[in-house]
């Protein structure tokens, strides 16, 4: 039916599980599959306090069209979804992305919503700073957005 992508300042306003619920909403679906990822405050074992995420808003936005278009493609064409990542600072607790999904079945909305959450994580360009109990900070390594070559031996 639709798809809503958006990346959110949270700096300005909060990523919003009642927003997702209500865009997916339908009565021609019998499944509804919502994942919320937060800011925890552990990772590595170093205390988090926060995380900032930096994103190039226009790429991002291409890349979840790109990811929730191919979702539909392979695995319920008619299904509803709601993608919001957010940006800039974002203490522990805080929605770090959200993904809902409005689906005829309940495996086609687990399967898209699995597929854009791995998707989201290897092909959009957001980079993540954890802030530290400590006072430090570290931007953390992400997945290259480059092709492997192939090593020839």
Same mark, same amino acid.
């Given at each position: ?9 949270t ?15 339908s009565e021609e ?32 936005l291409?890349s979840?069209q790109?990811i929730?278009?191919? /979702?539909?493609k ?11 990542? /957010? ?12 993904i /809902?999904?409005g ?6 909305a ?11 994580k ?9 802030h530290? /109990? ?20």
């Open positions: 039916m639709s798809i809503h992508t958006a990346l959110v300042k700096e300005e306003q909060k990523i919003s599980i009642e927003k997702a619920k209500n865009f997916i909403a679906y019998g499944a509804e599959s919502i994942f919320v990822g937060r800011v925890r405050n552990e990772n590595s074992g170093k205390k988090v306090t926060a995380v900032t995420y930096d994103a190039h808003d226009q790429a991002v291409k979840f790109s929730c278009d191919d /979702a539909k392979k695995f319920d064409s008619s299904a509803s979804i709601f993608l919001e990542h /957010a940006k800039g600072y974002s203490p522990v607790g805080e929605i770090s992305i959200l /809902a999904v689906s005829g079945h309940r495996d086609e687990f399967k898209i919503c699995r597929y854009i959450l791995e998707e989201v290897h092909q959009s360009p957001i980079w993540k700073k954890e530290y /109990a400590d006072g430090k900070e570290e931007w953390l390594p992400g997945h290259s957005l480059r092709p492997k070559k192939e090593v020839k031996s």
